[in-house]
């Protein structure tokens, strides 16, 4: 890309654990004003996608540098870190790394359990939010809506979303591990988001009946419970439930931990130290996890579900290899699509130049003729017509095959391509 320079920041769960994934947190009414924040500097246009296991910043800006000096100054000043700190744990992509990035996280590639669908929804869910505060553009417009599709013919063409696997289902595969037969144990779901709604339905499938459902807002509790399985019980009735239950499976959206160390403490003296399975798949999370250090108490958090993720891996990689040929042949689509979009103007600028010039010439010529008739005329229009067309042909030829924005800045000033030029580039982008 010439003239804007496009960027992905931010981290995942392969670089951040989950104790600085949850430091990093963004709740979902702060996004309004974190894509605010960021696009109060130099950003021409972002999409932040946030989700338990990454957050990333897709963004076109001017100037690079600019633009990742603006990123660590909002970054270090909401979250209150060192910069030092934040580059320990993310990583930044440009240009046609940036939709190489993006297809295979929208595609599900990139997930932690290879394959997960939900993680579309959730880029969708970015886009939308960005374009609600109208944070996107013509690049952001092309490049998001290209996603969607490459997800799309990945979905269609691959089974790798064949017998979908989740975090929730990977949740639910642990207490297999756990106990065996789950058709005798209690379990509590804590929270009634789709990471619950989709362990819901899978503990279903397993035959099991005893199951507790709570939440903050009771209502969702007992709509979850009506719909798929369970017996809704009010948020206040955790410390009664935990000494009842073999295994708790939490995922609110709480900032703070809702299960500590002293309420476990209390807990497991009243169940008389009977093991109590504690599975937190929140970000940030909702059990602290110093009560791992109980006796008799066993917590597993999203990250302790890499290991089992990794069995499921071993099986969609064919899948996996064949989606990412697929992602290799649309990265190389859309990356020859925004160079031609940025050269457009200036190819046309340079047809304009000629012709003019061309114009110009022939109505001198044909003022000094006489008695000259109107198919010599057209001739003659034709005959330099066709010469202009070679003459400029090995310079649009170039502009169109090379990308490299060093050539393309050659052929401005060659052409003399100014700021006047770059302002019509922009309304017509705009416009389109």
Do not use: W
Request: net charge negative.
């Amino acid at each position: 890309m010439s003239d804007i320079q496009l960027l992905a920041f931010g981290f995942n769960h392969t670089t951040a654990p989950v104790e600085v994934r949850e430091k990093l947190y963004v709740s979902e009414e702060e996004i309004p004003s974190f894509l605010q924040e960021l696009k109060d500097t130099c950003i021409r246009e972002l999409v932040f996608l946030y989700t338990c296991n990454r957050m990333e910043v897709y963004i076109c800006a001017d100037d690079r540098e600019k633009a990742m000096e603006s990123l660590y100054r909002v970054f270090c000043n909401r979250f209150k870190i060192r910069p030092e700190y934040l580059s320990n744990y993310t990583y930044t992509l440009e240009d046609k790394e940036v939709f190489r990035h993006l297809f295979l996280v929208a595609s599900g590639l990139d997930s932690m359990v290879i394959g997960e669908p939900q993680i579309l929804g959730q880029v969708k869910d970015a886009y939308r939010i960005a374009t609600t505060f109208n944070c996107t553009g013509f690049y952001l417009d092309k490049i998001f809506h290209k996603t969607f599709n490459v997800a799309k013919r990945i979905r269609t063409e691959t089974k790798i979303g064949y017998n979908p696997v989740s975090i929730s289902s990977m949740a639910v595969e642990l207490s297999k591990k756990i106990f065996g037969d789950l058709k005798r144990k209690k379990i509590l779901v804590i929270g009634a988001g789709e990471m619950c709604e989709i362990a819901l339905r899978h503990f279903q499938k397993e035959g099991i009946a005893d199951i507790s459902v709570t939440n903050r807002t009771f209502a969702n509790a007992k709509r979850l419970a009506e719909e798929i399985i369970g017996t809704p019980y009010p948020f206040e009735d955790i410390p009664l439930l935990l000494t009842e239950v073999d295994m708790v499976l939490s995922s609110t959206g709480a900032s703070r931990p809702i299960i500590d160390k002293p309420l476990i403490t209390t807990v497991m003296k009243k169940r008389k130290n009977k093991p109590l399975f504690l599975i937190d798949i929140a970000v940030p999370r909702d059990i602290e996890p110093d009560v791992n250090n109980i006796e008799n108490v066993y917590l597993y958090d999203i990250d302790d579900l890499k290991d089992l993720s990794q069995k499921h891996l071993s099986d969609r990689m064919k899948e996996a290899e064949k989606a990412k040929k697929i992602i290799e042949e649309e990265v190389e689509k859309l990356s020859r699509a925004i160079n031609q979009v940025d050269v457009a103007p200036l190819i046309s600028h340079i047809v304009e130049k000629f012709e003019a010039t061309r114009e110009n010439e022939l109505k001198k010529y044909i003022v000094k003729l006489k008695n000259v008739d109107d198919d010599t005329l057209k001739t003659i229009d034709i005959l330099t017509r066709g010469i202009v067309n070679k003459l400029i042909h090995p310079y649009i030829a170039m502009i169109k095959e090379n990308g490299n924005p060093a050539v393309l800045e050659t052929m401005k000033k060659i052409f003399r391509f100014g700021e006047d030029d770059e302002e019509k580039l922009d309304n017509r982008k705009q416009g389109e």
